[in-house]
């Protein structure tokens, strides 16, 4: 099987990252938001749902017994035992699908060159060794708060690693504090180098 070249996006709250994965599928990457399968977990996987409920109670679930995400995150903004409980739950299966989906890719007639997810904590959960190369998007801290108001509140945001180790690590960095144009010439740039 000809695997594709696996990219990560990380980066803080507000960096952009979502912009960045964007670009990439514009420029031909299969893309994958963890954002998005946190969410369709949430929604559809009973699991989840039963676990969240045994947790948290009927206070998580809106008036027609589904999941409702602003009342979990209202719980983990303020409790941290909750959030580590909560990203448990979470991570494996969202690395599950992830590894599924770059094993489907793999097996297309035409598998793509480039498959790129974005991981929040990816070095802080060690998941960069999963990954070909990593990107690191940041932008400086006025910036991210003007573009996720609640940015410096997150409780995420407290164990992330500073901007300057994730970026001594990685393969690719960019200070996003432009125009999105400028983003995604630079992801036009890496996509380059990696199908180069």
């Known amino acids: 099987m000809s695997r594709p070249h696996a ?18 599928a514009r420029h031909g990457a299969a893309t994958m ?21 045994q947790r948290f109670g009927d206070a998580i679930l809106d ?18 035992d909750s959030l580590d409980w909560l990203e448990r739950l979470l991570h494996p299966r969202v690395q599950r699908e992830y590894m599924a989906w770059r094993e489907q890719l793999a097996r297309l007639p035409e598998p793509p ?13 060690g998941a960069d060794e999963r990954f070909d190369s990593v990107v690191v998007i940041t932008a400086p801290s006025e910036v991210r708060a003007a ?5 410096s509140k997150e409780p995420r945001e407290q164990r992330l690693l500073p901007d300057e180790e994730k970026v001594a690590e990685a393969d690719f960095a ?4 432009g125009t999105l144009e400028e983003l995604d010439s630079f992801v036009a740039g890496v996509m380059r180098d990696l199908e180069a």
């Open 33 to 53: 938001s963890s954002d998005e399968v946190v969410h369709r977990l949430l929604a559809e996987d009973e699991e989840v749902r039963d676990a969240l409920h």
């Open 147 to 151: 573009r996720a108001k609640r940015w």
């Open 174 to 177: 960019y200070v996003n504090d």
């Open 7 to 24: 990219v990560a996006i990380t980066g803080g709250i507000g960096a952009g990252k979502s912009e960045a994965l964007a670009a990439f």
């Open 113 to 125: 060159a480039v498959c790129v997810t974005e991981v929040p904590l990816l070095y802080e959960v």
């Open 63 to 80: 008036e027609s017994g589904h999941v409702d995400r602003s009342a979990i995150a209202e719980i983990v903004f303020h409790d941290r």
